[in-house]
């Protein structure tokens, strides 16, 4: 399946190049001589050819060689259907992959990398589901856990388990890092957590009712707990959604090098699960007898970018899913692995975690928080110097 995948991968990329590259000598026909003279000049253009490939990557204009084409150089490449579609879809992802869910997922989780969805419903309109394998089918199993693998690599999850993390905390100063790259994403108002929207109806400045309030939870249990944590308020996605992961990877870099104790590094987001239907999901399980929100740990990959040592932050997040499986048995979904790294070449103790959906309601997403935290932080207690 990995292989097809791949292939695909490959062949759509090719068509995607030449589809733009024939769109540069037919818009002349169209358009008079001095446009032909400019946009033959594109098929010579490493620029051009490389904004083409990103294009159908989709990666965001403001964040590859498609920002220093001119506008001849972007229409060019918006007369290709294939790259108009691959402008929209999530990196790492292709056709075959959109067909074949696998089992206990109602509907796809959305990248971090596209533009979030405004799509928003009445909390009794949401459906709720726990999601949890039903079946092996879909993705790589070892041991009780469960890989959603988005990408064409080839992943060994039992030795990736079985390995030790190498990672130590030092017992003084900070050891863990908590930033917000999408901290303006917010859950569904529900009773009295309520909320203004920003610029999208699923999103808020209101630091009380978006991601920051769940970082804040975590970082507390984190304290508690014994373990030192620094946590970045910053939103990153704010006024500019597209560059979040620009501006967020460089303060990671920074505090990095004031503190270089960190270890771990956790980018708290939340999911959303729209069916193709429109239908808004919540994912959602009940802990001593509390509706609680699903937690995901997502993780990056070479297959995005230099990242050699992508399969240590696997093993971390083997041993965080083992202790919330343990623990809070249906708390967290299958662990995901996708194309773009996520920032988390920076650190070899970096985990995107997805508190709940924006189904979700905020005391949800609040009560898993705690619980991610609790299971994480024996974990990362057992990792001291």
């Given at each position: 399946?990995?292989?097809?995948?791949?292939?695909?991968?490959?062949?759509?990329?090719?068509?995607?190049?030449?589809?733009?590259?024939?769109?540069?000598?037919?818009?002349?026909?169209?358009?008079?001589?001095?446009?032909?003279?400019?946009?033959?000049?594109?098929?010579?253009?490493?620029?051009?050819?490389?904004?083409?490939?990103?294009?159908?990557?989709?990666?965001?204009?403001?964040?590859?060689?498609?920002?220093?084409?001119?506008?001849?150089?972007?229409?060019?490449?918006?007369?290709?259907?294939?790259l108009r579609t691959g402008a929209g879809t999530p990196e790492g992802e292709t056709g075959e992959?959109?067909?074949?869910?696998?089992?206990?997922?109602?509907?796809?989780?959305?990248?971090?990398?596209?533009?979030?969805?405004?799509?928003?419903?009445?909390?009794?309109?949401?459906?709720?589901?726990?999601?949890?394998?039903?079946?092996?089918?879909?993705?790589?199993?070892?041991?009780?856990?469960?890989?959603?693998?988005?990408?064409?690599?080839?992943?060994?999850?039992?030795?990736?388990?079985?390995?030790?993390?190498?990672?130590?905390?030092?017992?003084?100063?900070?050891?863990?890092?908590?930033?917000?790259?999408?901290?303006?994403?917010?859950?569904?108002?529900?009773?009295?957590?309520?909320?203004?929207?920003?610029?999208?109806?699923?999103?808020?400045?209101?630091?009380?009712?978006?991601?920051?309030?769940?970082?804040?939870?975590?970082?507390?249990?984190?304290?508690?707990?014994?373990?030192?944590?620094?946590?970045?308020?910053?939103?990153?996605?704010?006024?500019?959604?597209?560059?979040?992961?620009?501006?967020?990877?460089?303060?990671?870099?920074?505090?990095?090098?004031?503190?270089?104790?960190?270890?771990?590094?956790?980018?708290?987001?939340?999911?959303a699960l729209i069916g193709e239907d429109g239908t808004v999901y919540k994912a959602v399980t009940?802990?001593?007898?509390?509706?609680?929100?699903?937690?995901?740990?997502?993780?990056?990959?070479?297959?995005?970018?230099?990242?050699?040592?992508?399969?240590?932050?696997?093993?971390?997040?083997?041993?965080?899913?083992?202790?919330?499986?343990?623990?809070?048995?249906?708390?967290?979904?299958?662990?995901?692995?996708?194309?773009?790294?996520?920032?988390?070449?920076?650190?070899?103790?970096?985990?995107?975690?997805?508190?709940?959906?924006?189904g979700n309601t905020l005391q949800e997403a609040l009560a898993a928080a705690r619980l991610f935290?609790?299971?994480?932080?024996?974990?990362?207690?057992?990792?001291?110097?």
């Amino acid at each position: 399946m990995k292989g097809r995948i791949l292939w695909g991968r490959l062949l759509r990329r090719a068509l995607a190049l030449f589809l733009a590259t024939l769109a540069v000598w037919v818009l002349p026909l169209c358009t008079g001589a001095g446009a032909a003279g400019a946009l033959r000049q594109l098929g010579e253009d490493p620029a051009f050819v490389a904004a083409a490939l990103e294009a159908e990557l989709g990666l965001a204009p403001e964040e590859g060689p498609l920002a220093q084409l001119d506008g001849w150089g972007r229409l060019a490449v918006s007369q290709s259907p294939l790259l108009r579609t691959g402008a929209g879809t999530p990196e790492g992802e292709t056709g075959e992959e959109e067909l074949d869910l696998p089992a206990g997922q109602p509907a796809r989780d959305l990248d971090d990398l596209t533009e979030p969805p405004d799509t928003t419903a009445a909390p009794s309109d949401i459906v709720a589901r726990t999601l949890v394998p039903t079946s092996p089918e879909g993705y790589d199993t070892a041991g009780g856990l469960y890989l959603y693998n988005r990408t064409g690599l080839s992943v060994d999850l039992a030795a990736a388990a079985a390995a030790p993390v190498n990672i130590t905390l030092p017992e003084e100063g900070p050891q863990i890092l908590i930033v917000h790259t999408h901290a303006t994403e917010a859950y569904t108002p529900d009773g009295a957590d309520v909320y203004t929207p920003s610029d999208n109806n699923s999103r808020t400045l209101d630091t009380s009712c978006n991601m920051v309030r769940v970082g804040e939870e975590m970082e507390q249990v984190f304290t508690e707990m014994g373990l030192g944590v620094i946590h970045d308020d910053t939103l990153f996605d704010y006024p500019q959604y597209n560059g979040a992961y620009d501006r967020s990877a460089a303060a990671v870099a920074a505090w990095l090098e004031q503190y270089p104790t960190i270890r771990v590094v956790l980018d708290v987001h939340r999911d959303a699960l729209i069916g193709e239907d429109g239908t808004v999901y919540k994912a959602v399980t009940t802990v001593d007898g509390t509706s609680t929100a699903q937690v995901m740990l997502v993780l990056g990959s070479s297959e995005g970018g230099e990242h050699p040592n992508w399969l240590e932050n696997l093993t971390l997040a083997c041993k965080i899913q083992n202790g919330l499986n343990t623990l809070y048995p249906t708390l967290a979904r299958p662990m995901t692995l996708r194309s773009s790294r996520y920032n988390q070449q920076l650190c070899t103790g970096s985990l995107l975690v997805e508190v709940g959906t924006h189904g979700n309601t905020l005391q949800e997403a609040l009560a898993a928080a705690r619980l991610f935290a609790r299971a994480a932080g024996q974990v990362l207690l057992g990792l001291e110097a």
